[in-house]
């Protein structure tokens, strides 16, 4: 009943076609950069080393554009010096309709700071819900507040996992860029062997 009153559309998805567009929009992405990381079906890395740091802001403009102009799909676009916050300078792109879909904070520490600021700590890349709702209990409400927790208290409590998370928002690189995607695997249940392994 829902559906109907509210005129809803269910279509089977096509995965099909998201890869094949997937990788048209990674064709266009690599006009700009020979070193970029596939990270998930709709996500990219892109090493934008090479490029003058005053020219990053027309630079990640260029690219929002031309990939959708050249595949029709819409991009935002997040440029930053570490992993972290090129997904956490993405993620305020998308929302702040002003930025028009790129954020640059790479070498803007006000842009980095507003950034860390209006982000929720549970929108981090690596911080699910579990470590959200600890995060949360102890105070810890966005992505600035986690940054500036005391480093031991941060690795005492979510490992080596949290720690490098807090790095990356402190600008040092943790995760480094994977050209090469490393062999995929997998966990199964078996019948062959006596007991689970």
Same mark, same amino acid.
């Given at each position: 009943?829902? !559906?109907?009153?509210?005129? $809803?559309?269910?279509?089977?998805?096509? %995965?099909?076609?998201? %890869?094949?567009?997937?990788?048209?929009?990674?064709?266009? *992405?690599?006009?700009?950069?020979?070193? *970029?990381?596939? %990270?998930? !079906?709709?996500?990219?890395? *892109?090493?934008?080393?090479?490029?003058?740091?005053?020219?990053?802001?027309? %630079?990640?403009?260029?690219?929002?554009?031309?990939?959708?102009?050249?595949?029709? !799909?819409? $991009?935002? $676009?997040?440029?930053?010096?570490?992993?972290?916050?090129?997904?956490?300078?993405? #993620?305020?792109?998308? #929302?702040?309709?002003?930025?028009?879909?790129?954020?640059?904070?790479?070498?803007?520490?006000?842009?980095?700071?507003?950034?860390?600021?209006?982000?929720?700590? =549970?929108?981090?890349w690596g911080i699910g819900e579990?470590?959200? =709702?600890?995060?949360?209990?102890?105070?810890?409400?966005?992505?600035?507040?986690?940054?500036?927790?005391?480093?031991?208290? $941060?690795?005492?409590?979510?490992?080596?996992?949290?720690?490098?998370?807090?790095?990356?928002?402190?600008?040092?690189?943790?995760?480094?860029?994977?050209? !090469?995607?490393?062999?995929?695997?997998?966990?199964?249940?078996?019948? =062959?062997? =006596?007991?689970?392994?």
């Amino acid at each position: 009943d829902l !559906i109907k009153a509210h005129q $809803v559309v269910v279509l089977s998805s096509n %995965y099909a076609l998201y %890869y094949d567009i997937c990788d048209r929009v990674r064709e266009v *992405l690599g006009h700009f950069t020979p070193r *970029l990381e596939k %990270y998930s !079906i709709d996500e990219c890395f *892109l090493d934008l080393s090479g490029t003058p740091k005053e020219e990053l802001d027309d %630079y990640g403009r260029r690219i929002k554009e031309k990939v959708e102009r050249w595949t029709g !799909i819409p $991009v935002s $676009v997040g440029i930053a010096g570490t992993k972290c916050l090129a997904k956490l300078a993405n #993620k305020v792109a998308k #929302k702040q309709k002003a930025l028009n879909g790129v954020l640059n904070i790479f070498g803007k520490p006000r842009h980095l700071e507003r950034a860390l600021e209006v982000s929720d700590v =549970g929108d981090l890349w690596g911080i699910g819900e579990a470590y959200e =709702g600890m995060l949360k209990s102890n105070g810890i409400n966005t992505a600035k507040e986690f940054r500036d927790a005391p480093d031991h208290w $941060v690795r005492s409590r979510m490992t080596v996992v949290g720690a490098r998370i807090q790095s990356e928002l402190k600008g040092v690189s943790c995760i480094a860029l994977e050209e !090469i995607p490393p062999p995929q695997q997998e966990v199964g249940t078996a019948q =062959g062997f =006596g007991l689970p392994i």
